[in-house]
């Protein structure tokens, strides 16, 4: 279950290459654990819980020792450890469990430490003047392919770790525990080459393929050009590749949450513009297939969201002044305490945050059953429904959307563009652009456009909420809370 459920939305370790017997137990035991949430009995979810803790104990007592193992095609040692620790934070993070989920967060920045450690991050990868010709015998190209499967492997999970980072920073509301925008790491190889089942079909994906090493570093970069220079990124990514560059806009967005910037940090139209970029790549990748681009879709629109206001924070003011516990987030942060939702639903942000969380809960309904388990998920449709709950509880719950939406509008303002508004000539651009900028649009839209009644569609969420609580248990606490925020609607 944990290679044919999981593994697909979270592309980390090499089925065709995997040897149980080379495997440290620990690392065995989390994904087992993470496989069991797959299963139907109600007790799999105990037993899970149950390898959890051991695989747990394992790492917190015998870290020392499992940092010097090394499998025999590893690069450097402590791969597994690192691997294990990843897996066992993301069971953690998005378990019932209030208790691992809070350890599962004390202990999320020990992966980058270890991978420093090890050399992970200097370690070289996989060199195309390696690869065997098509002639080559196949003893030559199994152990080439498992040479470079091992490189890969080590990357992808180093990659996961800043993945998995932005997701729980954001689930907590709070800040980042490495610098997503200084990551030296190159991309992954593509999605193709690492579902190869046979070193023949792997050797026929590689050398079709041009090398590239950028690194996300200057990828990074690039998303912040000079004035003007606004494109898509010319880079190959992957789906995953793409998810990694989304955690690390989602965490510029959380350095510039506070009243006050940081020094080196882009501000909001900064990183507005960049996620406008990023829209254009993933639009014009025609190598995705739906799900992929649907899940990287369903995380871009979210990190818009939290672009517009922070949704965690959002939620738990909400919680706070309607007296309701919650345990969905912990964090420090908190919005201001003169602010005002009537005053933010008026908002321009607000309009645009409401567009990204309807898109948000058609993207949960479209994915097709089989990959409606992604990671990001049961944050994306809380943060969606913190949006919806706002609307609902300031007299705003019937909201007329406009017929199509440009997201590039929907997002950028004329000032994110540097464009005068006054200077545009009437009308003032596109319908989505309309919608956004006039307070009467949300109760008045054009001809053909859907309206949607918010608290309706709150019902509706529940009911995505119960799915996802059967393989990620954290969705059961916000289930409570949307039930909740529904009596205080009524």
């Given at each position: 279950m944990f290679f044919v459920k999981f593994i697909p939305t979270f592309p980390i370790l090499h089925r065709s290459t995997f040897v149980f017997r080379e495997c440290t137990h620990a690392l065995l035991l989390n994904a087992i654990a993470i496989g069991s949430l797959y299963l139907g009995p109600s007790d799999s979810v105990a037993k899970g819980e149950a390898l959890w803790?051991?695989?747990?104990?394992?790492?917190?007592?015998?870290?020392?020792?499992?940092?010097?193992?090394?499998?025999?095609?590893?690069?450097?040692k402590g791969v597994q450890l690192m691997i294990t620790a990843l897996l066992g934070q993301i069971y953690?993070?998005?378990?019932?469990?209030?208790?691992?989920?809070?350890?599962?967060?004390?202990?999320?920045?020990?992966?980058?430490?270890w991978a420093r450690h090890c050399g992970m991050y200097d370690s070289q990868p996989y060199s195309a003047e390696n690869l065997p010709s098509v002639n080559a015998?196949?003893?030559?190209?199994?152990?080439?392919?498992?040479?470079?499967?091992?490189?890969?492997?080590?990357?992808r999970a180093l990659l996961a770790y800043y993945v998995l980072d932005g997701l729980v920073a954001q689930m907590s509301g709070d800040g980042a525990s490495a610098r997503h925008v200084s990551n030296p790491l190159g991309l992954p190889s593509s999605e193709a080459a690492f579902d190869a089942s046979t070193p023949d079909e792997w050797l026929a994906h590689m050398h079709s393929q041009k090398p590239d090493q950028s690194s996300f570093r200057a990828i990074f970069r690039s998303l912040f050009p000079p004035v003007g220079s606004f494109r898509?990124?010319?880079?190959?990514?992957?789906?995953?590749?793409?998810?990694?560059?989304?955690?690390?806009?989602?965490?510029?967005?959380?350095?510039?949450?506070?009243?006050?910037?940081?020094?080196?940090?882009?501000?909001?139209?900064?990183?507005?513009?960049?996620?406008?970029?990023?829209?254009?790549?993933?639009?014009?990748?025609?190598?995705?297939?739906?799900?992929?681009?649907?899940?990287?879709?369903?995380?871009?629109?979210?990190?818009?969201?939290?672009?517009?206001?922070?949704?965690?924070?959002?939620?738990?003011?909400?919680?706070?002044?309607?007296?309701i516990s919650q345990h969905v987030s912990g964090g420090t942060r908190d919005v201001q305490a003169d602010f005002d939702l009537v005053k933010w639903v008026s908002s321009e942000d607000a309009r645009r945050a409401v567009l990204h969380a309807v898109a948000i809960q058609d993207i949960i309904?479209?994915?097709?059953?089989?990959?409606?388990?992604?990671?990001?998920?049961?944050?994306?449709?809380?943060?969606?429904?913190?949006?919806?709950?706002?609307?609902?509880?300031?007299?705003?719950?019937?909201?007329?959307?406009?017929?199509?939406?440009?997201?590039?509008?929907?997002?950028?303002?004329?000032?994110?563009?540097?464009?005068?508004?006054?200077?545009?000539?009437?009308?003032?651009?596109?319908?989505?652009?309309?919608?956004?900028?006039?307070?009467?649009?949300?109760?008045s839209a054009?001809?053909?456009?859907?309206?949607?009644?918010?608290?309706?569609?709150?019902?509706?969420?529940?009911?995505?909420?119960?799915c996802l609580s059967s393989q990620w248990g954290i969705a059961r606490d916000m289930d409570e809370i949307v039930a909740r925020w529904i009596q205080i609607c009524h």
């Open positions: 803790r051991l695989a747990h104990t394992a790492v917190a007592t015998s870290w020392q020792s499992l940092i010097t193992h090394s499998g025999p095609f590893d690069a450097c953690g993070a998005l378990s019932k469990n209030r208790a691992i989920r809070t350890t599962s967060q004390v202990f999320r920045p020990l992966g980058f430490f015998s196949f003893a030559e190209k199994e152990h080439q392919w498992r040479v470079w499967a091992a490189r890969e492997i080590q990357q898509p990124l010319d880079y190959p990514f992957s789906a995953f590749g793409l998810r990694v560059v989304l955690e690390g806009l989602q965490s510029l967005i959380s350095d510039c949450d506070g009243p006050d910037l940081a020094v080196g940090v882009p501000g909001r139209s900064d990183v507005r513009r960049a996620l406008a970029q990023v829209h254009e790549t993933i639009s014009m990748s025609i190598h995705f297939s739906a799900a992929e681009r649907l899940e990287i879709l369903l995380r871009w629109h979210t990190v818009c969201l939290d672009a517009m206001i922070n949704s965690t924070v959002l939620s738990r003011h909400v919680c706070s002044r309607y007296n309904e479209q994915l097709p059953r089989g990959r409606a388990h992604v990671i990001h998920m049961p944050s994306s449709l809380f943060a969606a429904a913190t949006v919806y709950v706002v609307f609902s509880l300031t007299g705003a719950a019937t909201v007329h959307l406009p017929r199509t939406i440009i997201w590039q509008d929907a997002l950028l303002s004329y000032s994110d563009l540097y464009i005068d508004h006054d200077e545009m000539p009437l009308p003032h651009g596109s319908e989505t652009r309309r919608f956004v900028e006039s307070e009467q649009a949300i109760s054009p001809v053909g456009g859907s309206v949607r009644n918010l608290l309706y569609e709150l019902n509706s969420m529940q009911k995505l909420f119960r």
